[in-house]
């Protein structure tokens, strides 16, 4: 793999900058080699690898979370469909819990959305006696919402 691409090539065809690269590099997103005068060499996988980062981050998801996922990919080789659909099984729980709270989430917004505000006659269904208020101050039920 010592031909591979240089970031410069993988920042070109991903779009991301040299820096964000690196950092994805820090938090083992990708792993690249090093050819024999120590640059780092990447594999066409990793255009991949970014590009779902990329993907996932911009639906909400934190790196973290995409990165313990991709952890499971092989290193220095093309991820398989079966990796691929692994890695989407694990995000389909999250995305599908997502999907729910954003629903209701717009089925309850032109209503009380439990913030403690008592501000709407709907408020004495969803938060009694301001009941949320022991729980903290701000929009309670959107806070208790995954992601």
């Given at each position: 793999?010592?031909?591979?691409?240089?970031?410069?090539?993988?920042?070109?065809?991903?779009?991301?900058?040299?820096?964000?690269?690196?950092?994805?590099?820090?938090?083992?997103?990708?792993?690249?080699?090093?050819?024999?005068?120590?640059?780092?060499?990447?594999g066409r996988a990793d255009i991949r690898r970014?590009?779902?980062?990329?993907?996932?981050?911009?639906?909400?998801?934190?790196?973290?979370?995409?990165?313990?996922?991709?952890?499971?990919?092989?290193?220095?080789?093309a991820p398989t469909k079966a990796d691929w659909?692994?890695?989407?099984?694990?995000?389909?729980?999250?995305?599908?819990?997502?999907?729910?709270?954003?629903?209701?989430?717009?089925?309850?917004?032109?209503?009380?959305?439990?913030?403690?505000?008592?501000?709407?006659?709907?408020?004495?269904?969803?938060?009694?006696?301001?009941?949320?208020?022991?729980?903290?101050?701000?929009?309670?039920?959107?806070?208790?919402?995954?992601?």
């Amino acid at each position: 793999m010592t031909q591979g691409l240089a970031i410069g090539d993988l920042a070109y065809r991903t779009g991301l900058a040299v820096s964000a690269i690196r950092f994805y590099e820090t938090h083992g997103i990708v792993k690249p080699l090093r050819n024999k005068g120590g640059h780092r060499r990447y594999g066409r996988a990793d255009i991949r690898r970014l590009s779902f980062v990329m993907a996932a981050q911009k639906l909400g998801f934190p790196l973290s979370d995409i990165a313990e996922h991709l952890h499971a990919l092989p290193d220095h080789k093309a991820p398989t469909k079966a990796d691929w659909t692994r890695i989407s099984k694990g995000f389909r729980k999250e995305i599908d819990q997502r999907i729910a709270a954003l629903e209701e989430l717009r089925d309850k917004l032109d209503g009380c959305i439990g913030c403690g505000c008592l501000s709407l006659k709907s408020c004495a269904l969803y938060n009694p006696k301001d009941v949320k208020a022991t729980e903290g101050p701000g929009p309670r039920n959107l806070k208790q919402l995954p992601g």
